[in-house]
């Protein structure tokens, strides 16, 4: 059909080294820069996304269109859906599996409990049932998130601090997600690799983050709501700019090593691993006010207000030595240049002028 043939065309590398990748989540933030870095060096991309309504759809319609210059068909599904799941896997064989789909944020979880666990765990599930039947079995690199560290206050956090403390219902069904990709893992032999987000932001981003809705708060005068701790500290994130975290994917698909199980019937090498994609260095929620003020030439009107216990965690800070190590891991882009680059996304993309341009 027309449709298969979209599909197999866009999963095709441009030459057989190439890795044939289906990316989950693909019309998302992340998904659509890592799929677009993947298809300009040569590996086949395969896309698929249910396009929810969590956040601006035309937004993800847009990346869509960005991806479709760049070659990248998306296949619009959820992956709860295990048939069409099946029929991809029955179509294309894929090396790798770059999981990007879930349900994002702290706070809509209090609201929408359910969307969590039916897209980051039981729709985890289905993908790795999936795979893990899957003749070869593909590499799978999904993501994790710096959430996991919770309650945890010693910082910055490396791979074996605990996380046993979620304070957010998403951050439980990431922890969830490890203990899945684990137990896959152990039983299938099936190559799993956890990458743990702190907090990604740049060009086509998610208008429910806070560098976000800051930023088009800020140019229509609208008042900020900055979150303070009880001992008047300044909430911090270890912002990280989108290529940077592109890089730790594209790394940790070219380390992971396929099971060379026959059927998920073997035990091939059985690869498991989790890292941190972080940046090192927190900044505190007002100094990234302050940076987008110069760059807006705008006063933001803030109010300093106390953390509810909204699931959101105080602080965030990465240990990346052991990425640095294994994947080579090295974030290049601090927060000022990486939110100009924002800016400059977001004022053309909002005023329709670059819209139609891609990045
Ligand atoms: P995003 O919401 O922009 O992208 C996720 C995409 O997945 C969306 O386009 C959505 O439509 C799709 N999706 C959701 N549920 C689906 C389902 N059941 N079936 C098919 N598609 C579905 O978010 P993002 O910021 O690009 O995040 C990508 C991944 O990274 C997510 O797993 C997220 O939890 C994780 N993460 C992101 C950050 C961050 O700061 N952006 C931090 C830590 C972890």
């Known amino acids: ?51 929810n309504h969590y956040y601006d759809v035309n937004l993800k319609r847009d990346r869509q269109k960005v991806l479709e210059r760049s070659g990248v068909f998306v296949v619009e ?45 039981a729709g985890f599930v289905n993908l790795l049932e999936v795979c893990k039947s899957a003749d070869p079995q593909p590499a799978i690199v999904w993501a994790s998130s710096s959430s996991v560290y919770g309650l945890n206050k010693r910082v910055p956090f490396s791979e074996k ?12 069904t990431k922890k969830a997600g490890e203990a899945l ?8 032999g099936l190559s799993i690799t956890g990458l743990r987000f702190f907090t990604v932001y740049g060009p086509w981003g998610r208008p429910d983050m806070a560098y976000f809705f800051f930023t088009k708060n800020i140019l229509k005068g609208k008042e900020i709501g900055v979150y303070e701790t009880a001992d008047g500290k300044s909430v911090a994130r270890d912002f990280t700019y989108v290529d940077d975290i592109v890089k730790g994917c594209l790394a940790a698909l070219d380390t992971a090593k396929n099971s060379t199980g026959s059927g998920g019937k073997k035990r091939g090498p059985a690869q498991f ?9 927190p900044v505190p929620v007002s100094k990234l006010v302050s940076i987008l003020e110069k760059l807006l030439k705008v006063k933001a009107k803030k109010k300093v207000l106390p953390l509810p216990r909204n699931g959101d965690v105080e602080f965030t ?30 004022t053309g993309y909002y005023s329709g002028s670059t819209k139609k341009k891609s990045w």
């Open 77 to 121: 599904g959820d992956i709860n859906d295990i048939k069409l799941l099946q029929k991809l896997f029955d179509v294309v064989y894929f090396t790798h599996v770059m999981h990007l789909a879930a349900q994002a944020g702290v706070r809509y979880a209090m609201q929408n409990p359910k969307s969590y666990v039916n897209s980051n765990i």
């Open 273 to 281: 691993r989790v890292f941190n994609l972080g940046n090192t260095s």
């Open 181 to 188: 990709a684990h137990s896959y893992n152990h039983i299938y």
């Open 1 to 51: 059909s027309q449709w298969e043939k979209k599909v197999i065309k866009s999963a095709r590398p441009k030459s057989r080294a190439g890795f044939t990748v289906l990316v989950t989540g693909a019309a998302g933030f992340v998904g659509t820069h890592v799929s677009v870095a993947l298809k300009r060096r040569g590996d086949g991309v395969l896309g698929l996304d249910n396009f």
């Open 317 to 346: 800070h990465a240990n990346i030595s052991s990425a640095q190590r294994e994947l080579g891991y090295m974030p290049t882009t601090d927060l000022e240049m990486g939110l100009k680059k924002f800016v400059r996304w977001y």
């Open 161 to 172: 601090d605990r996380t046993d403390q979620p304070a957010s219902l998403y951050a439980a």
